[in-house]
């Protein structure tokens, strides 16, 4: 079964129910692509070496990208599927709820969103 037309439906259905999201990419593109949006920063892949990357060149290195991330609080962060960063866990612990998962990546929604936003995004994202 191709993957991109059902990628492609889930990034709209939760956009149906969060028009107006701001969205981070952690070794994630695709919901970004699929939504015709761009990442507010200009790393978004850490794996082969990225990562070290970003450590030297970020402020306050990985632990500072991820306070950075914490400071603007994106409704949805996107996390390549593998990737759990031990780095960006305490961020997405403190403000966000993962509502699922789907080829390619984890779904991380700001919890402020409320309740029932949250139910109808676990609907909208196919595990």
């Known amino acids: 079964e191709p993957v991109l037309p059902a990628q492609r439906a889930e990034v709209d259905a939760?956009?149906?129910?969060?028009?107006?999201a701001t969205m981070v990419s952690v070794e994630?593109?695709?919901?970004?692509?699929?939504a015709h949006r761009v990442n507010p920063s200009?790393?978004?892949?850490?794996r082969l070496g990225l990562e070290t990357y970003v450590d030297d060149t970020w402020p306050g290195g990985l632990e500072g990208y991820a306070a950075w991330i914490s400071r603007n609080r994106p409704t949805i962060v996107a996390v390549g599927g593998g990737a759990r960063y031990d780095w960006l866990m305490p961020?997405?612990?403190?403000?966000?709820?993962e509502i699922g998962t789907t080829t390619g990546?984890?779904?991380y929604v700001d919890?402020?969103?409320g309740p029932a936003a949250l139910r109808e995004l676990e609907?909208?994202?196919?595990?």
């Open 28 to 34: 994630a593109p695709q919901p970004l692509v699929l």
């Open 123 to 127: 609907d909208a994202v196919a595990d």
């Open 105 to 107: 990546w984890y779904w």
């Open 42 to 46: 200009p790393h978004q892949m850490f």
């Open 91 to 97: 961020t997405l612990d403190a403000h966000y709820v």
């Open 111 to 113: 919890r402020d969103v």
């Open 14 to 20: 939760v956009l149906d129910v969060l028009p107006d």
